[in-house]
């Protein structure tokens, strides 16, 4: 299965602290997605980063990927409250998506 | 832009009826719709893509005679889950594809609640 698997599966800090989020898969992939979840809600698109990229950055987050590892991280720098929901990755082999098991952050104020 | 709707956003019905689910994209014409199941606290799961005009394709496990999807127009995709029973409950998402753009960027509904009793 190409489903992601992300680390920590849990993840709890204080709210201006940064948050780490890991992703691991087995094949090769065109892109990897990373999506937003909160409690209940459908998903939000955070970023997409190919195959050919090694980093991107949108905002406060940072997504890295690292093909020879088949393994992508998503930072969150100076977090906030809003910013707790449940984080997935989504690596792409093909046109669809297969999410990982997911990372639940809580940032507390 | 990019906004997908679902209807309903929550639905309770009896064991053995019928559940009609719609997904649709409000401003762009979606070429594949997907849609996805989630048990609580657990990833998304794949059940199904869908092509406008054509007969939609399941993941293995997904049983097509219960879980119907049309796909009659660019802009509407609909998830009947025939003679539902309490294990079909569950939350579930649909997503789609515009044309033209990234082969898999999707843009995702907010999802529908479904509790059978």
């Known amino acids: 299965s190409q489903q992601g698997e992300e680390d920590p599966q849990a993840l709890s800090i204080q709210e201006g602290e940064n948050a780490t989020m890991n992703c691991s898969y087995k094949?090769?992939?065109?892109?990897l997605q990373w999506y937003r979840q909160n409690s209940g809600r459908g998903l939000v698109h955070l970023i997409l980063?190919?195959?050919?990229?090694r980093e991107k950055h949108s905002g406060r987050l940072r997504v890295t990927l690292d093909t020879s590892k088949k393994s992508s991280s998503l930072l969150i720098t100076a977090s906030r409250a809003a910013d707790t929901a449940s984080y997935f990755c989504?690596?792409?082999?093909?046109?669809?998506?297969?999410f990982g098991t997911g990372t639940r952050l809580q940032v507390f104020p | 832009g990019a906004v997908v709707s679902q209807h309903p956003s929550r639905v309770i019905c009896k064991s053995g009826t019928s559940v009609k689910i719609e997904c649709r994209s409000l401003?762009?014409?979606?070429?594949?719709m997907f849609w996805y199941r989630q048990f609580p606290k657990q990833s998304l799961m794949l059940m199904a893509t869908?092509?406008?005009?054509?007969?939609?394709?399941?993941e293995q496990g997904v049983e097509k005679d219960k879980f119907l999807i049309n796909h009659a127009s660019l802009t509407l995709s609909t998830l009947t889950v025939t003679s539902a029973h309490p294990e079909d409950s569950s939350f579930y998402i649909c997503?789609?594809?515009?044309?033209?753009?990234?082969?898999?960027?999707?843009?995702f509904g907010p999802g529908t609640r479904l509790t059978v009793l």
């Open positions: 997503s789609a594809r515009a044309q033209g753009r990234a082969y898999n960027e999707q843009f």
């Open positions: 094949t090769s992939i065109n892109n």
């Open positions: 980063i190919r195959s050919n990229e």
């Open positions: 989504a690596p792409s082999p093909t046109d669809k998506l297969i």
């Open positions: 401003d762009f014409q979606a070429t594949t």
């Open positions: 869908s092509n406008e005009g054509s007969k939609a394709t399941y």
